[in-house]
Nanobody
Framework: VQLQASGGGLVQAGGSLRLSCAAS????????MGWYRQAAGKQRELVAR???????KYANFVKGRFTISRDNAKNTTYLQMNSLKPEDTADYYC??????????????WGQGTQVTVSS
C-alpha cells in the first residue's frame, strides 16, 4: 500500500489550502483515514480523522476551520484548511487503516507535505 500526499505549500495567514492523499496498491478495503501534523520540535498530533462511513473527528484546534472528506471510489482523503494561522505550520501526514490483499490489515502512512503559514 502506498499513500501519496500533496497540496502543501506557503500561504498567508487567513488563507486556504487543500491537501489530498491517495492510497494505492493491493487495497481490499480502507477503514479509517486521517491527517496528522508535526511541527518542529513537537510530537505528531491528530488533526482530523474519518471513518469508512464518513463519521469525522477533529482536533479542537481546527474545529470550524478544517474539513476532512474522502472519496471511497478513489481511495482518497482530502483536508480543506481555511482560516489558516501561523501555528498551523507543520508537516502534515496522512494515514490509513487498510486491508491489504497480501499483508492483511495494517496502518499505513504517507510522506509528509509541508504547510507554512506566514503572518
Amino acid at each position: 500500500v502506498q499513500l501519496q500526499a500533496s497540496g502543501g505549500g506557503l500561504v498567508q495567514a487567513g488563507g486556504s489550502l487543500r491537501l489530498s492523499c491517495a492510497a494505492s496498491r493491493n487495497i481490499v478495503r480502507i477503514f479509517a483515514m486521517g491527517w496528522y501534523r508535526q511541527a518542529a520540535g513537537k510530537q505528531r498530533e491528530l488533526v482530523a480523522r474519518t471513518t469508512e462511513g464518513g463519521d469525522t473527528k477533529y482536533a479542537n484546534f481546527v474545529k470550524g476551520r478544517f474539513t476532512i472528506s474522502r472519496d471511497n471510489a478513489k481511495n482518497t482523503t482530502y483536508l480543506q484548511m481555511n482560516s489558516l494561522k501561523p501555528e498551523d505550520t507543520a508537516d502534515y501526514y496522512c494515514s490509513a487503516d487498510v486491508l491489504n490483499s497480501r499483508l492483511g490489515r495494517n496502518d499505513y502512512w504517507g510522506q509528509g507535505t509541508q504547510v507554512t503559514v506566514s503572518s
